[in-house]
């Protein structure tokens, strides 16, 4: 069966330090991956999204960037911290261009 | 941007008590899909309804769609206090997939 897994679960970081979240999936070749940023009791942003290796399609102009090194891992990274970039990141895999996602359980990051 | 936009925002019904969520969208959709998360969590994908269909049923849980009014309702029967979580539509655009854009989602509150 397929699990994802996103480390870490939570990060309390400075501003103006770098980031770096990992996201990977396991049970599944060729995954269709997913960056989604969650404010606090608010909706999903998608961030970035990645169909093959190196492939990396970005969905808002931000502080943030993200690379798919091996098949199945997504990481999401940043130089240097904004408060802004405080949320709830939720990474995503699904098979096929459209239907259902599969979510990892988030990673919590707060900008101080 | 937001795609999905849901309604009501928040709501808080008795153990028993049918719920009804709302959600409309803008462009056209490949299909719709509802998810649910529980505080903290990733979200868990309950059901998903296609472009072509305008009702589907899964257990306690019947979801429309109306594409011509680019409009969406999840009804849950019979509801019970582990119901409580928020809800969220979200709609794979007809612009070539990859993208699945979320709604601001349902705050449920189920009273035992």
């Known amino acids: 069966s397929q699990t994802i897994h996103q480390w870490p679960a939570t990060l309390v970081q400075p501003v103006g330090s770098p980031l770096s979240l990992e996201c990977t999936v396991e049970?599944?070749?060729?995954?269709?991956l997913y960056w989604y940023r969650q404010a606090a009791g608010r909706g999903l942003q998608l961030l970035f999204y990645s169909v093959g290796i190196g492939q990396i399609s970005s969905e808002v102009p931000q502080n943030l960037s993200a690379s798919r090194p091996q098949d199945r891992q997504f990481i999401l990274s940043s130089k240097k911290l904004l408060l802004s970039d405080s949320g709830f990141y939720l990474c995503?895999?699904?098979?096929?261009?459209?239907?259902?996602?599969?979510f990892g359980e988030g990673s919590r990051l707060t900008v101080l | 941007s937001q795609q999905g936009e849901e309604d009501p925002q928040a709501l808080s019904i008795q153990e028993g008590e049918n719920a009804t969520m709302n959600c409309s969208y803008k462009t056209s959709i490949n299909n719709l899909q509802w998810y649910r998360q529980n505080s903290g969590r990733g979200l868990v994908h309950l059901i998903l309804i296609r472009s072509n269909e305008r009702e589907k049923h899964s257990g306690r849980l019947r979801v429309t769609l109306d594409t011509s009014k680019k409009s969406s309702s999840l009804l849950i029967t019979a509801s019970r206090a582990a119901d409580t979580a928020s809800y969220f539509c979200a709609t794979d655009p007809n612009t070539g997939g990859f993208k699945t854009i979320f709604g601001a989602g349902t705050r449920l509150f189920v009273k035992a």
């Open positions: 995503a895999w699904r098979s096929g261009s459209s239907g259902e996602l599969f």
């Open positions: 049970g599944t070749s060729n995954p269709n």
